[in-house]
């Protein structure tokens, strides 16, 4: 049985009682719907780091919104930007490691004194890593501003649709469906604040045009309506792709 194939069999039974299920396709993802707009995810990554015998992996999860341009679960994990947060065990480290005697050919020396353990009893550990350690924090991800917290930059900006580009990692409308004027317009000013002093003055004139756009979206009555229908799109168009990898909500 090949690494993916385990992982995907065995994290699908651990993590059945709490909500995930294995979604169509042949990316390993684990997802659980929080009503209709956010999904949590779990999978893995190569961890870039193995040297025979032994295979090192990280287990990594994330979170998506349906306010997205697209949501895809068909990339790799290891470079899904939205699949950023690592999940480790219980003494703090973040890359699990099993034996793999299958790599070994006669006559050569490997390295020896890493985890002697096999692909299943390694697998279970970082299973019960997940139940014990990302799970709690995944369950305090309940709603769109839960969300604000986790994706980060992906989350803080908004876009000019008049002038937007495609990119499926944006998340930035969730501000619209979050904050007023005011609001946005004040956490840009505090992060202005944080900011170093030598970036200061760039950052200030990136708040500018952040709250020229939101202004736009609160006085322009074409362009609020054109934000608000492109919403609705993002929303059943995810519903109906998600719906697709065979999850129910």
């Given at each position: 049985?090949?690494?993916?194939?385990?992982?995907?069999?065995?994290?699908?039974?651990?993590?059945?009682?709490?909500?995930?299920?294995?979604?169509?396709?042949?990316?390993?993802?684990?997802?659980?719907?929080?009503?209709?707009?956010?999904?949590?995810?779990?999978?893995?990554?190569?961890?870039?780091?193995?040297?025979?015998?032994?295979?090192?992996?990280?287990?990594?999860?994330?979170?998506?919104?349906?306010?997205?341009?697209?949501?895809?679960?068909?990339?790799?994990?290891?470079?899904?930007?939205?699949?950023?947060?690592?999940?480790?065990?219980?003494?703090?480290?973040?890359?699990?490691?099993?034996?793999?005697?299958?790599?070994?050919?006669?006559?050569?020396?490997?390295?020896?004194?890493?985890?002697?353990?096999?692909?299943?009893?390694?697998?279970?550990?970082?299973?019960?890593?997940?139940?014990?350690?990302?799970?709690?924090?995944?369950?305090?991800?309940?709603?769109?501003?839960?969300?604000?917290?986790?994706?980060?930059?992906?989350?803080?900006?908004?876009?000019?649709?008049?002038?937007?580009?495609?990119?499926?990692?944006?998340?930035?409308?969730?501000?619209?469906?979050?904050?007023?004027?005011?609001?946005?317009?004040?956490?840009?000013?505090?992060?202005?604040?944080?900011?170093?002093s030598r970036?200061?003055?760039?950052?200030?004139?990136?708040?500018k045009e952040?709250?020229?756009?939101?202004?736009?979206?609160?006085?322009?009555?074409?362009?609020?309506?054109?934000?608000?229908?492109?919403?609705?799109?993002?929303?059943?168009?995810?519903?109906?792709?998600?719906?697709?990898?065979?999850?129910?909500?």
């Open positions: 049985m090949t690494f993916n194939t385990a992982f995907k069999h065995l994290y699908a039974e651990k993590l059945a009682p709490y909500g995930f299920r294995k979604i169509k396709g042949k990316r390993p993802y684990l997802v659980r719907m929080v009503g209709d707009e956010i999904i949590h995810a779990v999978s893995y990554a190569d961890a870039g780091t193995s040297v025979r015998p032994y295979k090192d992996f990280n287990v990594v999860w994330g979170l998506a919104t349906v306010y997205r341009p697209k949501i895809n679960l068909d990339g790799n994990p290891r470079y899904e930007i939205w699949m950023k947060n690592y999940v480790w065990d219980a003494s703090g480290h973040v890359t699990f490691q099993y034996r793999d005697d299958s790599t070994l050919k006669p006559g050569l020396h490997y390295r020896v004194g890493g985890n002697d353990v096999d692909m299943m009893e390694e697998l279970e550990r970082s299973a019960e890593a997940v139940i014990q350690n990302a799970l709690p924090r995944m369950d305090q991800v309940k709603t769109l501003k839960d969300c604000m917290e986790i994706l980060g930059a992906i989350s803080f900006y908004v876009y000019d649709l008049d002038f937007e580009y495609e990119c499926d990692e944006k998340e930035g409308m969730l501000n619209y469906k979050l904050y007023t004027l005011e609001k946005f317009e004040e956490r840009w000013r505090k992060s202005v604040e944080r900011i170093e970036y200061k003055e760039k950052h200030a004139q990136l708040m952040q709250v020229a756009i939101f202004r736009k979206y609160t006085e322009d009555e074409r362009y609020h309506q054109k934000v608000l229908e492109e919403m609705e799109r993002r929303k059943a168009a995810n519903q109906a792709i998600l719906r697709g990898y065979g999850l129910e909500f």
